[in-house]
């Protein structure tokens, strides 16, 4: 059975940096993304940041330039490196990866920032 394990929220000051994991367990196959999502309260899932198998990636314009995701092919497992993060980033953090078959959500991890 594949389970998604997330780790490395937290409470952190404006500006502070945070880095988000993600691993995959279990028998996967054929991953063709990794991606993380977020959803503050009140709001829509919105993706954030994606991963391909081959490396490309994509960024949400709100995060382009201070998240940074990357991937262990080895290891099944995604980062999201968040730096000079602002009270807007608050909410759960979710990965998501996505094979040919189906895909596979994490169960969340909340981010919060202060101001």
């Known amino acids: 059975q594949v389970q998604l394990v997330e780790s490395g929220g937290g409470l952190v000051q404006a500006g502070g940096s945070l880095r988000l994991s993600c691993a995959a367990t279990g028998s996967i196959f054929n991953i063709l993304r990794m991606d993380w999502y977020r959803q503050a309260p009140g709001k829509q899932r919105e993706l954030v940041a994606a991963i391909t198998s081959g490396g490309n990636t994509n960024y949400a314009d709100s995060v382009k330039g201070r998240f940074t995701i990357s991937r262990d092919n080895a290891k099944n497992t995604v980062y999201l490196q968040m730096n000079s993060l602002k009270p807007e980033d608050t909410a759960v953090y979710y990965c998501?990866?996505?094979?040919?078959?189906?895909?596979?959500w994490g169960q969340g991890t909340q981010v919060t920032v202060s101001s």
């Open positions: 998501r990866v996505v094979t040919y078959e189906t895909n596979y």
